[in-house]
């Protein structure tokens, strides 16, 4: 009689207790897995034991969740010589390559790299971020095309990402995978628990920011909305829950909680009535501070961007770029004026959350693209070697090979 084995992924990954959303995410996630394969995890203060148990015993696929933050920064080392499923959570990752490689003064790598990536752009484009003049100009250029290229199957979370990254490389294989997030229980208790905290009445208008404050969040533009409401004579306040919040927190009605536990999370959202989830620039990112305001069935208002053009115009409010201050103000004004337009937000909302975005729904895709990805070969160590830029297959232990043949030894782990 035989016992089939369950399948071995390696997963890298940020882990509690990093403060990121893709620490969550992989906590969160990897129990529904769990009870088909065997997942050895692998964050940066583990990442150096991939090697000797891969070599021990080799994995049936390495999974690699990767983002533009700098927590994924020591994936780069393994995505090319171990080649597997790259779930891509931010489709630009121009700032992460430009911060990691110039920081670590590989000036020449990085501008290596920005060729390879983009070969119809002059390379002096490149100079930007050398002479520390990058910001959000990086976001015309994402520096994919290495991962793209090395990459056995690649998935992100929107198919207007996916549709983009196959026309710009087709024989890189790309799935979708829905993001899901848990659900969250009314509680009207934890409503009044936050709220009391701040000081914030039973009656007031709470609008919500999840996240760290970066400018990307477009934060400037929430609180003068805010303070046009207030100015006319609406009982609205802002939480500001998460990291960096601190420099707006002596504006007028602003609450900034700092950086808050994933176990507190729920009760900030319950104590708010409207959430406001802008981006941009963006990185074609889902967000799943946005879905975590679904789940809990709170109206949400969010930027209107072409990645995120499937989603029903019921679901959310939408904010016009091209007109953002009137057009976040009128939104701001109408959910904060009409519990019944607020109410009619949240429910549908909720249930788009639970059609598309459970927990159940995205393992489900796991599933298969894991499967998918496990049956497709890796290119051959050749073919990478021949189109990659030298760093990205450059294993960096000559130094070592030479000082221990110098003693007339060779050592596997080297090889």
């Known amino acids: 009689m035989t016992v089939d084995c369950p399948q071995r992924l390696a997963w890298f990954s940020p882990l509690p207790p ?23 995890c692998f964050d940066d203060r583990r990442a150096h034991d991939f090697v000797w148990m891969a070599r021990r015993r080799p994995y049936d696929l390495v999974i690699y969740q990767l983002g533009n933050a700098p927590w994924h920064d020591y994936l780069w080392g393994y995505l090319a010589r171990y080649p597997g499923l790259v779930v891509l959570h931010d489709a630009r990752l121009h700032h992460a390559r430009a911060r990691q490689l110039l920081a ?7 501008r290596r790299e920005f060729r390879y990536d983009h070969p119809g752009v002059t390379p002096d484009a490149a100079e930007y971020a050398v002479a520390a003049m990058g910001g959000p100009i990086q976001y015309l250029w994402p520096m994919r095309r290495a991962v793209l290229r090395s990459a056995r199957r690649v998935a992100v979370h929107n198919a207007f990402v996916a549709n983009e990254l196959r026309h710009e490389e087709p024989a ?46 477009r934060i400037h533009p929430i609180l003068d909305a805010l303070r046009t409401l207030t100015r006319d004579g609406l009982d609205a306040h802002l939480l500001l829950v998460g990291e960096d919040g601190d420099r707006f927190a002596s504006e007028p009605r602003v609450h900034a909680t700092g950086y808050v536990d994933d176990a507190d999370v729920a009760a900030h959202l319950l104590a708010a009535d409207v959430c406001v989830c802008l981006r941009w620039p963006t990185a074609l ?15 949400t208002i969010v930027t209107d961007l072409a990645h995120t053009a499937a989603v029903p115009a019921r679901v959310a409010r939408r904010v016009d770029l091209l007109d953002e201050g009137a057009s976040l103000v009128a939104a701001m004004r109408d959910l904060a004026s009409h519990a019944s337009a607020r109410d009619a937000l949240a429910q549908a909302g909720h249930a788009w959350w639970r059609a598309h975005h459970t927990m159940e729904a995205m393992a489900d ?4 693209s894991i499967a998918s990805a496990i049956a497709t070969p ?29 003693f007339g030894v060779a050592i596997d782990v080297l090889r």
């Open 18 to 40: 990093a403060r990121t959303g893709i620490a969550a995410y992989t906590a969160e996630l990897q129990p529904y897995l769990d009870r088909e394969f065997t997942i050895d």
């Open 104 to 110: 670590a003064t590989r000036d020449e790598d990085y």
């Open 172 to 217: 890189t294989a790309v799935d979708v995978i829905r993001m899901g997030v848990p659900p969250i229980a009314p509680s009207p208790a934890a409503r009044a628990r936050v709220r009391a905290r701040y000081r914030i009445g039973d009656a007031a208008i709470v609008f919500v920011a999840f996240g760290k404050m970066t400018a990307e969040k």
């Open 285 to 299: 990112e889902t967000s799943a501070s946005w879905l975590r305001c679904l789940a809990a069935a709170r109206a």
């Open 365 to 368: 895709d796991y599933r298969r």
């Open 378 to 406: 890796a290119a051959a160590a050749a073919e990478l070697a021949a189109d990659l830029p030298a760093h990205f297959t450059e294993d960096y232990g000559g130094h070592a090979r030479a000082i221990a043949a110098a």
